[in-house]
């Protein structure tokens, strides 16, 4: 079965760090871009950041670059994102998405989501 | 950044009837669209993408069309189930960006 298990999230206060994992299985990740997507409580979509296959190039909404870092261990078919600097507005789901495969550059929309994980950002 | 803006915010549609959901760019993304259904509590399921192709498994009663700026998502006869929010998310340029989301109620 083709799946994405997020896990890391919890409460953290303000200029906190955490770490997101993303677990996949059922697809081979290393040929797959990926994507975090977060959701404050009650709001709408909002992309985070996306890494390559290879993990050669990343992106980062402007939102979050220079605190947050996106990573990945193919061999152990895990996504991560390094928060930093955490903010009250960090707060949210954050969901782990693949991007849909392409034969020459990925086509950057999600065709498989994780259920997401909650970061709390308070004191 | 590509500012998409979805209408209207709320629709309310009786079960059985058509339901037509819109979705604009602040500038041309060509046909790198794609539409979202979302139910309370659960992750966003893909719908569409490249403006008007069918994700696997999704029923015929879902259509999309449009490119350039103005885009449409058309559900054909409304099922209990199709009662959610629906985003467009654009990825023809960085930063990929998602419209606010139209809430399709029962009405």
């Known amino acids: 079965e083709v799946q994405l298990l997020e896990s890391g999230g919890g409460l953290v206060q303000p200029g906190g760090s955490l770490r997101l994992s993303c677990a996949v299985s059922?697809?081979?990740?290393?040929?797959?871009?990926m994507s975090w997507v977060r959701q404050a409580p009650g709001k709408g979509l909002e992309w985070v950041s996306g890494?390559?296959?290879?993990?050669?190039?990343?992106y980062y909404a402007d939102s979050v670059k220079g605190r947050f870092t996106i990573s990945r261990d193919n061999s152990k078919s895990t996504l991560y994102v390094q928060m930093n600097s955490l903010r009250v507005e960090d707060t949210a789901v954050y969901y782990c998405?693949?991007?849909?495969?392409?034969?020459?550059?990925?086509?950057?929309?999600?065709?498989?989501w994780g259920r997401g994980t909650l970061v709390t950002v308070s004191s | 950044e590509i500012l998409m803006t979805q209408s209207p915010a709320t629709l309310s549609v009786s079960p059985g009837e058509r339901a037509t959901l819109s979705c604009r760019a602040s500038?041309?993304?060509?046909?790198?669209l794609a539409w979202y259904q979302q139910k309370p509590g659960q992750a966003p399921r893909l719908l569409i993408y490249?403006?008007?192709t069918r994700a696997t498994g999704i029923p015929a009663r879902f259509s999309g069309s449009g490119s350039g700026t103005e885009f449409t998502l058309t559900i054909s006869s409304l099922q209990s189930e199709d009662f959610a929010i629906y985003y467009c998310?654009?990825?023809?340029?960085?930063?990929?960006?998602f419209g606010g989301g139209t809430k399709v109620e029962i009405k």
């Open positions: 059922g697809f081979t990740l290393s040929t797959n871009a």
């Open positions: 490249g403006a008007s």
């Open positions: 998310q654009q990825y023809n340029n960085w930063p990929l960006t």
């Open positions: 500038q041309s993304v060509s046909s790198n």
């Open positions: 998405a693949k991007v849909s495969f392409g034969v020459v550059n990925p086509y950057w929309y999600f065709d498989l």
């Open positions: 890494i390559s296959g290879s993990g050669g190039y990343t």
